[in-house]
DNA sequence: ATCCTTGCAAAATATTTGCAGTATC
DNA sequence: GATACTGCAAATATTTTGCAAGGAT
């Protein structure tokens, strides 16, 4: 169904919501800031608000559907929460973002956690990176 | 010597300089925003301008005398740079701090980092855990 | 004496909120 | 039809910049 996760979370399936997860459905695995998604719907179709953009990304990230992140450049980003643990890579030069998942720093930080007597819950890390 | 940093860094040594190194100084491994500071340094003594703080910050994170953090709430923090890096454990439960260093993890993030064909410039690690 | 630095105010960014009209359930 | 939602504009919040005055070497 199109608009079921809208549904579930409790909003009424709109148009500019439609919109903003259906983009961000089309590209999963990159970031985009609040105002490169209201360019991006502007262009490709309706009249949608810079301020609408905001209220629904921050409905979507209440209610788990996008994760928003604060990268070091005062912009945050927002994207899918396809559910899949991934760590970030900032080229710090572009502001290219990749995503990246290790099985070995995974496991390090279980067991640096546990080392410390903790039990880990959550982590982020982000690598900020330029190119060789 | 008082402003000997400041100095190295081909800046002149004057009160506001002086005042940011030595309120970081007095309390290293905490984390204040430009606000903060601009606040505690006015009420201790002297008619400093917000501008002024940060300006001085942004020359100071230039010259490597403090690490600048961009936490998830907008407001950038800084923090006097002892010249030993260190990671973020955060108890969720009780909001409790830890730093520590890892030098597995920081060898796995460089090679990672080469892996992708990238330089490591810098990174950000936070481990958010409970207590066994 | 020169050039850097400062404080203030205004500008630039990023995000939120008030409001009156509109669309969804 | 009631209520939640929208777009716009204005309000906030954070950081940067222009400028004339003041200070360091």
């Known amino acids: 169904m199109k608009g079921e996760n809208i549904k579930e979370a409790g909003l009424k399936v709109t148009l500019p919501r439609l919109q903003v ?3 961000l459905e089309k590209n999963v695995g990159k970031h985009f800031s609040a ?3 209201f360019t991006q719907i502007r262009i490709s179709s ?3 608000g810079l301020a609408t953009i905001y209220r629904v ?3 979507f990230e209440e209610a788990g559907l996008v994760i928003k992140h604060q ?3 005062g912009q945050a980003v927002y994207e899918l929460d396809t559910g899949e643990h991934h760590d970030h890579m900032v080229d710090v030069e572009s502001g290219e973002v990749k995503e990246f998942y290790d099985e070995e720093i995974e496991a390090l930080q279980e067991k640096l956690a546990k080392k410390y007597g903790y039990e880990l819950v959550d982590h ?3 690598l900020y990176v330029k190119k060789l």
């Open 35 to 37: 105002d490169e998604l």
């Open 71 to 73: 990268f070091e450049n």
């Open 21 to 23: 997860l259906e983009f």
């Open 57 to 59: 990304l921050n409905q």
């Open 46 to 48: 309706s009249e949608i």
């Open 124 to 126: 982020s890390m982000v």
